[in-house]
């Protein structure tokens, strides 16, 4: 079975600054989607960035990018330049590429941006 | 393209009730979940829909749960005889079954139960 690790449970950054969100996980497949999702306090998830598994090309939209490092089954988020919306909780995410079904998520990490 | 909808967005009830929750998918996404979330945790899979089909169910799904997608619209996920244990927010996504992104799963606000 798939799981997905987020071994930072809490994580802070300045406004302005660039801040890395950690992820790893563990599959023995190797067509497979990967995602960070964005989780507001008490408002819905939305999908902040994705990475297909056989795309080497890490993922860039906007400020956030992500290091993909499929050998190490690693995949981190980078915020740069932090806003004071960014803080939430982040969610790793990993679904399998020949099974349409379920999404395996991390238990998160909460972001918190000081002014 | 109004997103994903959820009713209702809060429910408390008495432990033994039943409880019924409403998902309305993107328009034209074909595929629907559900997934339970309690505090501090990511979102735990509970079963997915293709259509009006039933695909896949989770462990977690006991049979106190049932799921249904009459005419692949909208979903509805049932709690009988509730437990304090079945406390959590009950999150519905959807995500289209051709095209572009097929794998991206956009959720919904969620349904917050409490059980007392």
């Known amino acids: 079975a798939q799981t997905v690790t987020q071994s930072q449970p809490e994580m802070s950054v300045q406004e302005a600054e660039t801040v890395t969100l950690s992820c790893t996980y563990d599959t023995s497949e190797s067509d497979y989607y990967l995602f960070w999702y964005k989780q507001p306090p008490s408002r819905q998830m939305i999908l902040v960035i994705r990475?297909?598994?056989?795309?080497?090309q890490n993922a860039t939209e906007n400020r956030f990018s992500v290091n993909f490092q499929k050998a190490a089954k690693s995949f981190s988020l980078k915020i740069s330049d932090s806003q004071l919306g960014d803080a939430a909780m982040y969610f790793c995410?990993?679904?399998?590429?020949?099974?349409?079904?379920?999404?395996?998520f991390g238990d998160g990490t909460t972001l918190t941006v000081k002014p | 393209d109004t997103g994903v909808s959820q009713n209702p967005r809060h429910k408390i009830t008495k432990r033994g009730q039943n409880v019924t929750f409403r998902c309305d998918p993107i328009s034209e996404h074909n595929r629907l979940y559900w997934y339970r979330q309690t505090l501090g945790q990511g979102p735990e899979f509970l079963t997915y829909?293709?259509?009006?089909?039933?695909?896949?169910k989770s462990r977690l799904l006991s049979d106190r749960f049932s799921a249904e997608r009459p005419k692949g619209s909208f979903s509805t996920l049932e709690i009988q005889r509730t437990e304090q244990g079945d406390s959590a927010m009950y999150l519905c996504a959807s995500s289209p079954g051709q095209g572009a992104r097929t794998d991206t799963q956009y959720f919904g606000p969620g349904t917050r139960l409490t059980v007392l």
């Open positions: 829909f293709q259509n009006e089909a039933q695909l896949e």
């Open positions: 990475q297909e598994a056989y795309k080497q």
């Open positions: 995410a990993y679904r399998s590429g020949t099974n349409a079904g379920k999404s395996t």
